[in-house]
């Protein structure tokens, strides 16, 4: 541990059986933890040496006053570079050994003190502990003192592109070739347990990629007796979620996984628990989950929550085994790994998108699609929302699912601007005037069976849709002879549907979005106009409220005079990834109210609604906010410039 600069003496401070060799400021209430924390068994001595450069040089007494102390005749010298050949082609370590006649245990190497009672040296060309006898050649111990159980998996494993390394808490799974762990790592931050390793990972976002190779590597470890003793401990270090992981062990290797949410923190003070955080890609610590860790066991269905903690005080959990609040007789409240899932008695099962971590946002999903909520589920909000911490309040997001009449959902997206939170309303369709179809997988190609779906249903239609085809193959990159057949079938389908003669199967929904995939891509803005009926289902549309459509959403790329909407309104989007429709418009010259279309699941953020700036109608300013992504700070004045010269009232 580095004690400040001072160049005053060494003090000799002891602390158990270890003797601290410190300059002259105190210890931290932090590091006297630490140091308590050290299993120093029988008949040994342990000399800590947390001494500053500039008194290196009054080490050697205060060394003395140590050895002159000893009682066993074991000695733990903790000095950085203690067992290493100095120029005389003797260690320290070995010197004290052989003048003293002592067993000396030493590092060749840098040595750092990490929370659970564990001194580390990380392990590179020959850089360990070392034991040093009189006479005798040193021999190698391994990276930890003391020696855990587990230690003898210390050596790098490689398997592939993949490997596992030592660290004080056990082994960490990373990509071959990446920067090893300083001191500074979140690595070292996570206590060691002396009769349980862990295996951290930090492995990227993309995980799902890697699972193969860290199954084959895992598997070499998990031979070790020692290390299925008890369930395998799996924790992350970046902000990536390693339940999938967790479970694909579980699984496949027939072992019981216990899941962390985040990784475990230690406290700084011997009185403060362990807390399992999160963190993102460059180390942040951002927030704390409600859901620390689950059980994952072979054959079960999901993974099953092992330690949580109440949102707000006061709430107690109402079952005992899951973790679930009563905030009202007709609304409860359970915890998710994301965050928290708001719903009537009854149901079981949050929305299955709910279930991932992500080190920025805190979810909290209300309902689940096709079952409506209570009136009160505003109110019952409010009081949750109060009861939650500052910093949990600042990275949430509420996600509607249920379908709410449009008073309930005026009344939840109140609460959430009163309190700062973002708002999504991903339930009903939003329907903006053109035949609603269900979700599909954005972008997905159709498959075989989905197009001969549709070309059965679309039957003697297909023959008087040949121009619209060829048309579109003229704009489009050049095909393969089986990739036009099959890009045939997608195009007649939105074309159809552009026409408001759609099918509404699920094969047919398939093609449609298949066919969008294939269209080049609009950036810049696009005009919807909104009638009043469907403006007032979408409830008040306030700054920071995302909003998604279920199908289709098109619009027009050009500023033009759509026709009015008297209590409705124009909706103005800058676009990302927007389709153009121009291959399948007769007359592109003559493209009124849609020229361009979303594709399904598109999210948009509302930036600013102008009441009655639109020849009396509203202006909803919104920006397409793709996954993973951020509003540029000019997003609202660039869509100002975009509608020309038109007069916007604020």
Same mark, same amino acid.
């Given at each position: 541990?580095?004690?400040?600069?001072?160049?005053?003496?060494?003090?000799?401070?002891?602390?158990?059986?270890?003797?601290?060799?410190?300059?002259?400021?105190?210890?931290?209430?932090?590091?006297?933890?630490?140091?308590?924390?050290?299993?120093?068994?029988?008949?040994?001595?342990?000399?800590?040496?947390?001494?500053?450069?500039?008194?290196?040089?009054?080490?050697?007494?205060?060394?003395?006053?140590?050895?002159?102390?000893?009682?066993?005749?074991?000695?733990?010298?903790?000095?950085?570079?203690?067992?290493?050949?100095?120029?005389?082609?003797?260690?320290?370590?070995?010197?004290?050994?052989?003048?003293?006649?002592?067993?000396?245990?030493?590092?060749?190497?840098?040595?750092?003190?990490?929370?659970?009672?564990?001194?580390?040296?990380?392990?590179?060309?020959?850089?360990?502990?070392?034991?040093?006898?009189?006479?005798?050649?040193?021999?190698?111990?391994?990276?930890?003192?003391?020696?855990?159980?587990?230690?003898?998996?210390?050596?790098?494993?490689?398997?592939?592109?993949?490997?596992?390394?030592?660290?004080?808490?056990?082994?960490?799974?990373?990509?071959?070739?990446?920067?090893?762990?300083?001191?500074?790592?979140?690595?070292?931050?996570?206590?060691?347990?002396?009769?349980?390793?862990?295996?951290?990972?930090?492995?990227?976002?993309?995980?799902?990629?890697?699972?193969?190779?860290?199954?084959?590597?895992?598997?070499?470890?998990?031979?070790?007796?020692?290390?299925?003793?008890?369930?395998?401990?799996?924790?992350?270090?970046?902000?990536?979620?390693?339940?999938?992981?967790?479970?694909?062990?579980?699984?496949?290797?027939?072992?019981?996984?216990?899941?962390?949410?985040?990784?475990?923190?230690?406290?700084?003070?011997?009185?403060?628990?362990?807390?399992?955080?999160?963190?993102?890609?460059?180390?942040?610590?951002?927030?704390?989950?409600?859901?620390?860790?689950?059980?994952?066991?072979?054959?079960?269905?999901?993974?099953?929550?092992?330690?949580?903690?109440?949102?707000?005080?006061?709430?107690?959990?109402?079952?005992?085994?899951?973790?679930?609040?009563?905030?009202?007789?007709?609304?409860?409240?359970?915890?998710?790994?994301?965050?928290?899932?708001?719903?009537?008695?009854?149901?079981?099962?949050?929305?299955?998108?709910?279930?991932?971590?992500?080190?920025?946002?805190?979810?909290?999903?209300?309902?689940?699609?096709?079952?409506?909520?209570?009136?009160?589920?505003?109110?019952?909000?409010?009081?949750?929302?109060?009861?939650?911490?500052?910093?949990?309040?600042?990275?949430?997001?509420?996600?509607?699912?249920?379908?709410?009449?449009?008073?309930?959902?005026?009344?939840?997206?109140?609460?959430?601007?009163?309190?700062?939170?973002?708002?999504?309303?991903?339930?009903?369709?939003?329907?903006?005037?053109?035949?609603?179809?269900?979700?599909?997988?954005?972008?997905?190609?159709?498959?075989?069976?989905?197009?001969?779906?549709?070309?059965?249903?679309?039957?003697?239609?297909?023959?008087?849709?040949?121009?619209?085809?060829?048309?579109?193959?003229?704009?489009?990159?050049?095909?393969?002879?089986?990739?036009?057949?099959?890009?045939?079938?997608?195009?007649?389908?939105?074309?159809?549907?552009?026409?408001?003669?759609?099918?509404?199967?699920?094969?047919?929904?398939?093609?449609?979005?298949?066919?969008?995939? &294939? %269209? =080049?891509?609009? $950036?810049?803005?696009?005009?919807? *106009? @909104?009638?009043?009926?469907?403006?007032? #289902? !979408?409830?008040? +549309?306030?700054?920071?409220?995302?909003?998604?459509?279920?199908?289709?959403?098109?619009?027009?790329?050009?500023?033009?005079?759509?026709?009015?909407?008297?209590?409705?309104?124009?909706?103005?989007?800058?676009?990302?990834?927007?389709?153009?429709?121009?291959? &399948? %418009? =007769?007359?592109? $010259?003559?493209?009124?109210?849609? *020229? @361009?279309?979303?594709?399904?699941?598109? #999210? !948009?953020?509302? +930036?600013?609604?102008?009441?009655?700036?639109?020849?009396?109608?509203?202006?909803?300013?919104?920006?397409?906010?793709?996954?993973?992504?951020?509003?540029?700070?000019?997003?609202?004045?660039?869509?100002?410039?975009?509608?020309?010269?038109?007069?916007?009232?604020?």
């Amino acid at each position: 541990m580095a004690v400040p600069e001072s160049s005053g003496a060494v003090f000799v401070q002891r602390i158990g059986s270890c003797f601290v060799l410190r300059g002259p400021d105190a210890l931290t209430a932090e590091q006297t933890t630490w140091i308590s924390a050290l299993r120093v068994g029988a008949g040994v001595t342990l000399a800590l040496v947390m001494v500053p450069p500039g008194s290196a040089a009054q080490i050697a007494p205060a060394l003395g006053q140590v050895l002159g102390q000893m009682t066993g005749d074991r000695l733990v010298l903790a000095l950085s570079g203690a067992g290493a050949q100095r120029r005389d082609g003797q260690s320290l370590a070995q010197q004290i050994a052989d003048d003293w006649g002592l067993t000396v245990v030493a590092p060749n190497g840098d040595v750092v003190l990490t929370p659970g009672g564990m001194l580390f040296v990380p392990r590179q060309r020959g850089i360990q502990w070392w034991t040093f006898v009189a006479g005798e050649r040193a021999t190698p111990l391994g990276p930890r003192w003391p020696v855990p159980d587990w230690a003898p998996a210390d050596d790098v494993i490689s398997l592939g592109a993949l490997e596992l390394r030592p660290i004080p808490a056990g082994m960490l799974l990373c990509q071959a070739g990446s920067p090893v762990s300083g001191f500074d790592d979140l690595a070292y931050a996570v206590a060691a347990w002396p009769e349980r390793p862990a295996v951290l990972s930090a492995l990227p976002g993309d995980l799902q990629r890697h699972i193969p190779g860290a199954m084959e590597l895992l598997s070499l470890l998990l031979e070790r007796p020692a290390w299925v003793r008890h369930p395998l401990l799996l924790a992350p270090v970046n902000g990536s979620d390693v339940l999938p992981l967790g479970q694909a062990v579980a699984r496949e290797l027939a072992l019981r996984v216990e899941v962390l949410s985040g990784f475990p923190l230690s406290g700084r003070a011997s009185d403060e628990p362990e807390q399992v955080v999160l963190a993102d890609e460059v180390g942040r610590i951002t927030w704390s989950p409600f859901i620390s860790s689950v059980l994952c066991r072979p054959h079960d269905a999901g993974p099953v929550p092992l330690i949580w903690r109440s949102p707000a005080p006061g709430l107690h959990p109402i079952d005992p085994v899951r973790p679930v609040f009563a905030l009202a007789p007709d609304v409860h409240l359970t915890l998710t790994r994301a965050g928290l899932w708001l719903h009537e008695p009854g149901e079981a099962l949050p929305p299955k998108e709910s279930g991932g971590v992500d080190a920025e946002r805190v979810r909290l999903d209300v309902g689940v699609p096709g079952v409506g909520l209570p009136e009160n589920v505003a109110a019952v909000l409010d009081e949750l929302m109060a009861g939650l911490e500052k910093e949990i309040r600042a990275r949430l997001t509420i996600i509607v699912h249920a379908p709410l009449t449009a008073e309930a959902r005026e009344g939840l997206a109140e609460e959430a601007a009163r309190h700062g939170v973002g708002i999504e309303f991903v339930g009903p369709s939003m329907d903006w005037g053109r035949p609603e179809l269900p979700p599909v997988e954005p972008l997905r190609r159709s498959t075989g069976t989905e197009r001969e779906q549709v070309r059965a249903v679309l039957g003697p239609r297909w023959d008087e849709q040949a121009p619209t085809v060829r048309r579109a193959f003229e704009h489009l990159p050049i095909l393969s002879a089986a990739d036009r057949a099959a890009a045939a079938v997608d195009l007649v389908a939105l074309s159809l549907f552009l026409a408001g003669d759609a099918d509404d199967s699920a094969a047919y929904r398939a093609c449609v979005a298949s066919a969008l995939s &294939l %269209l =080049p891509t609009h $950036r810049g803005p696009v005009f919807r *106009d @909104v009638d009043a009926a469907d403006y007032r #289902r !979408l409830g008040p +549309l306030v700054p920071g409220l995302v909003v998604a459509e279920t199908g289709p959403v098109a619009g027009s790329s050009r500023n033009i005079d759509l026709p009015r909407v008297p209590e409705g309104a124009r909706f103005v989007i800058w676009s990302q990834t927007a389709r153009i429709l121009e291959p &399948l %418009l =007769p007359d592109p $010259r003559a493209a009124s109210s849609i *020229d @361009v279309m979303f594709v399904p699941g598109t #999210r !948009l953020v509302v +930036l600013e609604t102008a009441a009655g700036a639109w020849h009396g109608a509203d202006l909803v300013f919104l920006q397409e906010l793709p996954e993973g992504g951020s509003v540029p700070a000019d997003a609202l004045p660039r869509l100002l410039r975009a509608l020309g010269q038109v007069s916007v009232r604020p």
